[in-house]
């Protein structure tokens, strides 16, 4: 089940924080590894670390001023891809901090970076994703968006890694090959 609860705290949280001065600004979001997070290995589960990424994503679109844009033109955040490095485990009741942070963009859709950290100072995942803001037409592109966010900025560079990351994505089949 989606964590509602958690999500409606994170989001009254960055409520109350400043609002991004940068659309690149990172956001903090502290967590625990709570036992219904858990995977038969007793750590974080992969797909719930997906989910508290997911309400760090939201949290940092309430400080940029997003989500009152999505509501206002009954628009809607998609992920269109994603990459993700998982390196040092989460084990229950581990405390963590989620750092989200918009990277770039081009001409469809906006990189965001994300990170856990332990308290110990050890980085357990990173994830790129690729995301688009649609509405029922399909993509919003990241310009208009900006316009509607009152916003008049061209993207930071596209760092070399995240350009790799698209060009490689661009060579995977869709559909994927199916065996007979």
Known sequence: MFPFFRLFKDVALASRQPDFQSLTDTHISRHICWPHDLDVFLEL????????????RTAMAQRAGLLAVLRRESWALTMAGSSVRYRRRVRAFERFEVRSRAVCWDDKFTYVEQSMWKR?????SHVLFRSAVTDKKGIVVPQRVLAALGQDVTSPPMPDWIRAWITAEATRPWPPMQDA
Do not use: F, M, P, V
Request: aromatic share 6%; glycine share 18%.
């Open 45 to 56: 589960n992969n797909g719930r670390a997906l989910t508290l990424y997911d309400l760090g």
């Open 120 to 124: 110990n100072g050890e980085c357990a």
